[in-house]
């Protein structure tokens, strides 16, 4: 297949959108942008370099997509990789990448990241063939959560900011898989919860709103109990009409213990893979 890559700051955002959904309508319809305000959303929300990000065309028709964010001066992330379902198998999804890599390596990148459902062989090898090695495995959890009321804490809603001030910034990165910048990035969906014991800060839960409620972030001091935890996530909206919470926690950690401990079933789990790149690994 002759392929042709374009990249995505010469093209009009509603052909992106456009052929973005076309990628993803059969495996995650969820991620879907209608049209160019939802193509402006994502990416102002993932920090997406349009001239690192692209859409491949077989003779005129755009076919595949690819997504590249910059997370630090010197870091990507591929924050989507996608193929029409009637083009794939073809090398597309290479060329993209390809194109992707040697874009962010231009752009002084020294590392490149990206996250992978651990079902997704198609990609997981594509990934791995380039070079990609896994990182860590990151869990996805929601299911309901119950409340035994207490008088231990209090809340408020400081902005972010305010609230790493006060417990400082996590020393480890938050549950979602960005990093605070980019929590930061979601503005008006994004809401921090403060909780207090005593009168000193004892942790913090950031949420977005944007689909269902979303837990970004859950930071409480070391050896806070479930219950403890639980009325931290209580403070949700969802969570006192409707108590269904999502969240995505590193396997291993601190966090898991706590998911674990709120009754959430883990459904799906994702791999975090990097890439170093030098000058041989793309070409
Ligand atoms: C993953 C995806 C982008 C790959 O694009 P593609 O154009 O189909 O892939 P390519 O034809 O360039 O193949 C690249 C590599 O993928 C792997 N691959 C391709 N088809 C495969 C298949 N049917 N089974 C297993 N591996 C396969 C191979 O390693 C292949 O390398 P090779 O050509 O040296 O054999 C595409 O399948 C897709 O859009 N999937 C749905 C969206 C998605 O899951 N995106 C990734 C999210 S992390």
Known sequence: MDIRIVQVSDIDEAEVASVFDECWQDTEPSVMMHGPQGYRRVTGWLDIEPKAS??????DRPVGVVLIGLREPD?????????????RGEGCGRR???WGLARTRAWGCRKVGLHVFEENKRALSLYRSLGFGPVRRIGHWEGNIKCKPSNTLTFTHPGIEEAFS???????PPLWENEPRSLMNLKDNVVCVMAWKHGEPFGYMIYSTRSLCWVLDLNVRNGA?????TELIFQL???RFLPAVFTTVPEGGENERLV????????????????RLSQDTVS
């Open 96 to 98: 993209l990448m390809q």
């Open 260 to 275: 674990r401990c709120l009754g959430l079933r883990q459904d799906r789990t994702r791999v975090e893979m990097e890439l």
């Open 225 to 229: 109990s479930p219950e403890e935890a």
């Open 166 to 172: 006060l417990t400082g910034r996590p020393d480890r």
């Open 75 to 87: 870091r990507g992330y591929v924050a989507s990789l996608a193929v029409n379902p009637s083009f």
């Open 237 to 239: 909206p969802t969570a």
């Open 54 to 59: 692209a859409v491949a065309y077989s003779e």
